[in-house]
């Protein structure tokens, strides 16, 4: 199986940055996509950003111009740079791959334990 190890998380006061990483590692085939998920208190989980092999990015529009994501794909590595946090940013924020262990099979989602992101206010 994948597994997807987290780092970075912390406790930040409002307008700091974090640089959270995750590296994926395993019987890893292929994969597709990576990206970020968090999930607040009282919230459904939400996605934050992802990034595709061939760099392409997709935001949230709460985060567009302040988060960056990006991708090492030899290292099945992804970031998220968090600049001008927000006490709306407080959550547990998730790693998710995209992508195969087999060939044959179709791509399925593989999720890190989630790291806890504090924005005091």
């Known amino acids: 199986q994948v597994q997807l190890v987290e780092s970075g998380g912390g406790l930040v006061q409002p307008g700091g940055s974090l640089r959270l990483s995750c590296v994926a590692s395993?019987?890893?085939?292929?994969?597709?996509?990576m990206g970020w998920y968090r999930q607040a208190p009282g919230k459904q989980r939400e996605l934050v950003a992802s990034?595709?092999?061939?760099?392409?990015?997709n935001y949230a529009d709460s985060v567009k111009g302040r988060f960056t994501i990006s991708r090492d794909n030899a290292k099945n590595t992804v970031y998220l740079q968090m600049n001008s946090l927000k006490s709306e940013d407080t959550a547990v924020y998730y790693c998710?791959?995209?992508?195969?262990?087999?060939?044959?099979?179709?791509?399925?989602?593989?999720w890190g334990q989630g790291t806890q992101v504090t924005v005091s206010s």
């Open positions: 395993g019987s890893i085939y292929s994969i597709i996509a």
């Open positions: 990034v595709t092999t061939r760099n392409s990015t």
């Open positions: 998710n791959a995209y992508g195969r262990t087999i060939r044959p099979d179709p791509p399925r989602h593989y």
